[in-house]
């Protein structure tokens, strides 16, 4: 059974930084995409970053690109998204999210397996 456990959430003023990190275990992880997705109150759930495999390729919403920057630690199992120049609608809770079949990077059914979530919320 893979686990994915998202840390580094908190609360930070508009205009700051945060690290968001995903832990993952129970597969071999080299061999998923792995991918960030966002979920504000009241809204739906909604594409933010993705990596490839080895992490040579990233994919960003337009509204995250030039501020977000996600990469991977394949011999940490782990992924990050650094989040800088950060925004009031930046807020929702983050969610990381891996893939070993095909559908892309951009898309939830794309993905396999979901972690239970961090808070961010971007006070102005």
């Known amino acids: 059974q893979v686990q994915l456990v998202e840390s580094g959430g908190g609360l930070v003023q508009a205009g700051g930084s945060l690290r968001l990190s995903c832990a993952a275990s129970?597969?071999?992880?080299?061999?998923?995409?792995m991918g960030w997705f966002r979920q504000a109150p009241g809204k739906e759930r909604e594409f933010v970053a993705a990596?490839?495999?080895?992490?040579?390729?990233?994919y960003y919403a337009d509204s995250v690109k030039g501020r977000f920057t996600v990469s991977r630690d394949n011999a940490k199992t782990t992924i990050y998204l650094q989040m800088n120049s950060l925004k009031p609608e930046d807020t929702a809770v983050y969610y990381c999210?891996?893939?070993?079949?095909?559908?892309?990077?951009?898309?939830?059914?794309?993905?396999?397996?979901w972690g239970q979530g961090t808070q961010v919320t971007v006070s102005s």
């Open positions: 990596i490839s495999r080895s992490g040579g390729s990233t």
């Open positions: 129970g597969r071999t992880f080299s061999s998923d995409r």
């Open positions: 999210a891996s893939g070993y079949l095909g559908g892309g990077y951009y898309n939830r059914g794309a993905y396999n397996y």
